[in-house]
């Protein structure tokens, strides 16, 4: 599942060193390693609730799209500091996992999975995108260098993976985006994401 520490990693809001510095710190107090993000300093209180916020609906749509999986529950008080202060609608959440499920297979036509690289089509510009095309568009064209996967840059630009995919896959039949290469042996997004043993541990939520 995703991890809060990869998310501050992907969006550049920690560096590799107060990561490591954190784990350090996790290994000698054994404290949970987002009881020491959200006591240090580097994040305000507003934007450890946003990360949060979207940690929470990208592991919830993923489940939604499980077929089988296993949980478990967990006895005891919740820490309120860690928990969404502003909770999240369950009809909300249902609702985009399935217009997320539905849609899938439209995104599939031009993403065949989220290990794809892409890179900017020759001679094609942000303000040409900025024309025909969102905003976010326009971010996730920026940022593509060959380098950055699909699943990256849904952490990076804060989309979540469907969005992300689904706008590239908008590029990509525009003409303004290449593909430049694929991890090898990941299928259909929504196939290898079936294919995963499904098991997952939450303790935050509210």
Known sequence: PLCMSSILLATGRVTKEQYELLLKQH??????????????????AQEWQRLLR???EEICYSMIGWKKGM??????????DLVLQAGISVDQLLMEGIRQIDEWPMVNRYISTVDAYF????DRTAQEV???????HVTLFTLLNGSRSIRLLGIQTLLGLFN???HLGELKEAGFIELTSTRSGVTKIRE????RKKTIKINYLS
Do not use: C, W
């Open 27 to 44: 290994r000698n107090e054994a404290k949970e390693i987002n009881r020491l993000i959200k006591d240090s300093d580097l994040l305000d």
């Open 54 to 56: 979207f940690q929470t």
């Open 71 to 80: 949980y478990a529950f967990k006895a005891g008080p919740l820490p309120s």
């Open 119 to 122: 890179t900017r089509a020759p």
């Open 130 to 136: 900025a024309q025909e095309f969102s905003p976010e």
């Open 164 to 166: 992300a995919a689904k």
């Open 192 to 195: 290898g994401e079936k294919k």
